[in-house]
């Protein structure tokens, strides 16, 4: 059992219904607006790149003694889960997994809108102090993520380590911050970006490249 922890949050509105929809005169070809998607990898691959991060995590702790899982929300906290599942296939022991929501810890909130969307961040009942924190996160990309994920992490705890593990790493660093652990390195060029698709969210375990249509002129 888990152990929610909140802090004092703010509540979300994202749609006001019976909200007036924008008129469609003048608006942007829909054959424009399609995204160009081309899977990198699909479940099988990401399995295997998630047994292998399994086994250097362990490895890199000496075990699984004080080994503790917390995925940053929202695909973070799904691939926390099956890193714990394929901990536990290997070695026979469940890890402490638990979630963390950085939304008021962001350096841009100022301009996602004056109500952004805030989850809970909820610890393992033993909490972090002294132990190996896994931070896992789906794509790392300009840092900011986890600078703001380390930023909250400190606030609940004092951990022993701190390790960062991701699925896709994009490069484009802004922040001098590097995985431990990583799936796969992709090279991304500019107008494109990677996206870690999870069962619960998407429907499928992937991950895919997609590629913005360009601007009008």
């Given at each position: 059992m888990e152990v929610a922890l909140t802090?004092?949050?703010r509540a979300v509105i994202l749609d006001r219904p019976g909200a007036r929809q924008p008129d469609t005169q003048g608006s942007p070809d829909p054959s424009r607006m399609i995204q160009d998607r081309i899977p990198l990898?699909?479940?099988p691959s990401v399995r295997r790149a998630l047994a292998r991060m399994a086994s250097e995590l362990v490895e890199r702790n000496g075990g699984t003694?004080?080994?503790v899982l917390m995925g940053v929300h929202r695909r973070g906290d799904d691939l926390a889960h099956l890193l714990r599942a394929e901990i536990e296939?290997?070695?026979g022991v469940s890890v402490p997994v638990g979630t963390l929501d950085i939304t008021l810890y962001r350096d841009d909130l100022g301009v996602i809108g004056p109500r952004p969307?805030?989850?809970d961040t909820s610890l393992p009942p033993e909490g972090i102090?002294?132990?190996t924190v896994i931070l896992v996160d789906d794509v790392l990309f300009t840092?900011?993520?986890v600078r703001a994920a380390l930023n909250e992490l400190m606030d609940w705890g004092r951990p022993a380590r701190i390790l960062l593990c991701v699925l896709a790493d994009r490069g484009g660093r802004e922040l001098p911050v590097q995985p431990d652990v990583?799936?796969?390195s992709i090279e991304v060029l500019a107008g494109h970006q990677i996206e870690v698709l999870v069962p619960d969210l998407d429907g499928r375990l992937g991950v895919d490249l997609v590629r913005s249509p360009p601007e009008a002129a």
């Open positions: 802090a004092p949050k990898m699909d479940e003694a004080g080994l296939k290997a070695e969307i805030v989850g102090d002294d132990r840092g900011r993520t990583v799936g796969r």
